[in-house]
């Protein structure tokens, strides 16, 4: 056993580094009075949609909400089709349904694990509205020939970037090559809240002009409803604190990218299946996902070691029960084969590179 165990993430690790700073701009939106739709939003929305390399950035309740009043902000409805991946967290295809659209589930790359872009023009339809491509556990879908294909296509395309805070594609930033890119602010992500936010980005003026509206009830101003909209603002508080993180948030990535490269050392020479990093892309690694056969005695193995893991994820969004409606008949093999290998092992900036030595040589216990 441990001497001490290594959770799956360390909230009061991160914390202690930038404590005052977070006191300091916590107390100013005390002193400011302002709680919604503040300076500190505004000043946080230049701030990350210029980190991104986009024009505009519009902050929101959540990442869920990102995706879904980017889609409705594009027309996306109920006479609309929207294709994406199944292997996702379920909020990727909530935001669809909730606009009242069909999500049409194509198979994901088994190196990636993003969406196989050799699968999406056979499913393209008189209906279909949007492509949505999801940059998963930090690494960058093949944008390249999703806009390639949307363009062809005349259709739209928003990158759910949840887990891509600083990703690049060809040297670009996940969420600024689409007509939106959506990012999620909850705690456990490259750059996290202290609650949930998120926000959308985008170069189309007339887009964050129309989820501007949407994101506040449709006001246009007060009492002044064009639009039935809903009510979704990243607070104050939320906005204060990360514009401290954000400052951080390069650095954070580069100790994520180097305690990656860690773990591939250790455990490259076994019969682990490691993440990969396409030669487009610059992996951020919000997710450390490995796949092995076995995967859930391995977990137990580490659990009774007390070392925290998780399943990201462990069954697709085509099979869970909310979603029975649409169950894809097409073939999606990648994707539930993988479900029943991947394994995710704690990576975090404050984790030290012991811990990730000690995590990589019970794997290795735990196979052999």
């Known amino acids: 056993m441990l ?21 300091e701009a916590i107390e100013r939106v005390f002193e400011s009075g302002r709680f919604i739709l503040g300076d500190e939003g505004t000043a946080f929305e230049r701030e990350f949609s210029s980190y991104i390399g986009a024009k505009y950035g519009i902050g929101v309740n959540s990442g869920s909400d990102a995706l879904f009043l ?38 994901v790359e088994p190196e990636t694990y993003c969406i196989n872009t050799t ?45 891509a805070h600083g990703a690049e594609y060809e040297g670009k930033k996940a969420g600024s090559l689409g007509n939106a890119g959506c990012f999620s602010f909850y705690p456990v992500k490259n750059l996290g809240a202290y609650g949930d936010g998120g926000m959308v980005t985008t170069n189309d003026s007339s887009l964050a002009e129309k989820i501007k509206l949407l994101r506040n009830y449709g006001q246009s101003r007060k009492y002044h409803h064009d639009l039935v909209g809903i009510n979704s603002r990243l607070d104050e508080l939320q906005a204060a604190i990360l514009r401290v993180k954000l400052s951080r948030l390069d650095e954070w990535n580069e100790k994520r ?35 092995l056969a076995g ?42 084969m993988i479900c029943k290998e991947i394994l995710s092992l704690p990576l975090y900036p404050s984790l030290t590179d012991e811990e990730v030595a000690c995590v990589a040589a019970v794997t290795k216990d735990a196979i052999s």
């Open 3 to 23: 001497k001490r165990a290594i959770p799956f993430f360390n909230f009061k690790t991160e914390h202690i580094g930038i404590q005052q700073e977070i006191s």
């Open 70 to 107: 980017a889609l409705k902000a594009l027309g996306v409805d109920d006479d609309s089709e929207v294709i994406t991946v199944s292997h996702t967290f379920e909020s990727t295809v909530d935001s669809i349904v909730r606009c009242g659209a069909k999500p049409v589930f194509v198979d």
């Open 119 to 163: 699968k999406i023009e056979e499913n393209i339809t008189k209906r279909t509205k949007a492509i949505l491509p999801v940059h998963l556990y930090g690494h960058p879908a093949d944008l390249d020939e999703v806009l390639k294909i949307a363009k062809e296509y005349d259709l739209s395309v928003v990158e759910d970037a949840c887990q």
């Open 257 to 291: 990218r180097r305690l990656a490269d860690l773990y591939k050392e250790i455990l490259e020479r076994t019969d682990v299946v490691l993440p990969s990093e396409r030669p487009y892309a610059k992996h951020v690694y919000h997710l450390f996902v490995i796949r």
């Open 295 to 336: 995967r859930n005695n391995c977990q137990r193995f580490l659990q009774k070691n007390g070392i925290q893991t998780q399943i990201h994820y462990p069954i697709p969004v085509h099979k869970q029960k909310a979603y029975a409606a649409f169950e894809s008949t097409r073939d999606l093999s990648v994707t539930q």
